[in-house]
């Protein structure tokens, strides 16, 4: 793989906490796409912001308008974009932030052309605010993402080892995947990511692999060609 798109959870960030940004999982995660982009792979991120804000869990639990919610949650991928990418910048990478929606000088619009130009210089692309509409999820501004920016594979670190048969988390039984097809998962209704950012990768051959970020090394040994997480691909192959 020469190029990636990488997802990542907002959850995630939070480490041990129970809300936020943890300092120390964030600056874990710089290192780890640091490692990775010192292989000479492009790198482009789009990360969740669930540990801020749920655009849906808003509107259903609280009483938000959806559309507004969703917007709430746009802001909140901004706010782990720019958390991160002054990690990176820290940590010595060079990055960029993009907005799907115009935030200047939070971050630069978002440009298919303009993000590919940074990641062929060597600069990690961040892309931000999903895919600037409600009632898209940032697993569907992922695929988005990864399909526009020409990227060889949608690496969706999560914090399992891979895609189970049911969440592992609650089922000490679950059955763990080596590979699984884009039908399956559908079919399964396994929960991978929403159906509409499944479906846009199977149509447009976009290979996925599930893995564990939060396991110091794993981008790095699935960027090296280790056999790290679980292979989603197209029926045929």
Same mark, same amino acid.
């Given at each position: 793989?020469?190029?990636?798109?990488?997802?990542? &959870? =907002?959850?995630?960030?939070?480490?041990?906490?129970?809300? $936020?940004?943890?300092?120390?999982?964030? /600056? %874990?995660? +710089?290192?780890?796409?640091?490692?990775?982009?010192?292989?000479?792979?492009?790198?482009?991120?789009?990360?969740?912001?669930?540990?801020?804000?749920?655009?849906?869990?808003?509107?259903?639990? &609280? =009483?938000?308008?959806?559309?507004?919610?969703?917007?709430? $949650?746009?802001?909140?991928?901004?706010? /782990? %974009?720019? +958390?991160?990418?002054?990690?990176?910048?820290?940590?010595?990478?060079?990055?960029?932030?993009?907005?799907?929606?115009?935030?200047?000088?939070?971050?630069?619009?978002?440009?298919?052309?303009?993000?590919?130009?940074?990641?062929?210089?060597?600069?990690?692309?961040?892309?931000?605010?999903?895919?600037? /509409?409600?009632?898209?999820?940032?697993?569907?501004?992922?695929?988005?993402?990864?399909?526009?920016?020409?990227?060889?594979?949608?690496?969706?670190?999560?914090?399992?080892?891979?895609?189970?048969?049911k969440d592992p988390e609650k089922h000490?039984?679950?059955v763990r995947f080596d590979r699984i097809?884009?039908?399956?998962?559908?079919?399964?209704?396994?929960?991978?990511?929403?159906?509409?950012?499944?479906?846009?990768?199977?149509?447009?051959?976009?290979p996925i692999v599930v893995f564990d970020?939060?396991?110091?090394?794993?981008?790095?040994?699935?960027?090296?060609?280790?056999?790290?997480?679980?292979?989603?691909?197209?029926?045929?192959?």
């Open positions: 793989m020469k190029r990636v798109l990488l997802k990542l &959870s =907002g959850e995630s960030l939070m480490g041990a906490q129970s809300y $936020g940004i943890d300092p120390s999982r964030l /600056n %874990s995660y +710089a290192q780890e796409i640091k490692r990775s982009r010192d292989l000479g792979i492009q790198i482009a991120i789009v990360i969740g912001g669930g540990n801020i804000f749920r655009g849906l869990s808003g509107a259903t639990q &609280s =009483g938000f308008d959806r559309v507004k919610g969703d917007q709430m $949650g746009m802001l909140a991928t901004c706010i /782990n %974009s720019l +958390a991160l990418s002054s990690a990176l910048t820290a940590n010595g990478v060079d990055n960029v932030v993009y907005t799907a929606i115009r935030m200047e000088p939070i971050g630069e619009f978002y440009d298919k052309w303009k993000a590919i130009a940074a990641l062929q210089a060597g600069r990690v692309v961040i892309c931000a605010a999903g895919t600037g /509409n409600p009632f898209f999820t940032t697993d569907t501004g992922s695929s988005l993402r990864a399909i526009e920016l020409e990227a060889d594979a949608m690496l969706k670190g999560t914090r399992v080892d891979g895609i189970y048969d000490p039984d679950a097809s884009y039908s399956d998962v559908i079919a399964k209704d396994l929960k991978v990511m929403d159906v509409t950012a499944t479906a846009m990768c199977m149509q447009n051959k976009m970020m939060d396991t110091p090394g794993n981008l790095f040994k699935l960027l090296s060609g280790e056999n790290i997480g679980t292979r989603v691909y197209i029926d045929k192959e």
